[in-house]
């Protein structure tokens, strides 16, 4: 049976902070490699007998990079359509907070094929995630409940349930996450 853990955090990483798939690795025979997610799991699953495991485990992979493809390429017309100048205008502190999160992130990384850490650097992903969501999330939070407060909520839920039926959820009270407010993310 495959490492899934970490390969899982290895595929959930790619959209924070991506390791350095572009450079070259290490891989097992010595050699520079490109592709280091693909070693990686090539290497968390090359004893497993399961090969729908490992077509799922890939699936994951391809699912998740092609969301960090996705990712760059709103980064290139967001740049784009704002320009340099707006970019330089960013917080200073709100850069350095990513730009140290970055260098954590990869400090984790070993160019050897299944030398990564990928455990610990799963923590502190979720550590930043956390961290992160503590500047975006209370005024998210805020905004959302400032809207919900003009809609019929009852009307609302009652039309969203006949959609998605597993709202019926906030009824019955089987929720555990955020405490069960309706205007959080």
Not at 3 to 10: G, I
Not at 14 to 33: F, I, K
Not at 63 to 75: S, V
Request: charged share 20%; proline share 4%.
């Amino acid at each position: 049976m495959p490492d899934t853990q970490k390969t899982l955090a290895a595929m959930a990483l790619a959209l924070n902070n991506p390791p350095c798939e572009q450079h070259p690795t290490v891989g097992v025979t010595g050699d520079e490699e490109a592709g280091f997610l693909i070693l990686e799991l090539d290497q968390a699953t090359s004893e497993s007998a399961d090969e729908g495991l490992k077509q799922g485990m890939f699936m994951l992979l391809a699912l998740t990079l092609d969301l960090w493809r996705r990712n760059e390429y709103a980064f290139a017309a967001l740049n784009a359509a704002l320009g340099p100048a707006d970019f330089d205008a960013v917080d200073p502190a709100y850069a350095a907070r990513i730009s140290l999160h970055n260098q954590g992130l990869h400090s984790y990384e070993n160019p050897k094929v299944g030398q990564t850490d990928w455990r610990s650097r799963a923590v502190m992903a979720d550590e930043i995630v956390h961290r992160m969501l503590h500047f975006t999330e209370a005024p998210h939070r805020r905004y959302l409940q400032a809207a919900t407060a003009k809609a019929n909520l009852l009307t609302v839920l009652a039309e969203e349930c006949g959609h998605l039926s597993e709202l019926t959820r906030i009824v019955s009270g089987d929720m555990h996450a955020h405490g069960g407010d309706a205007s959080q993310s």
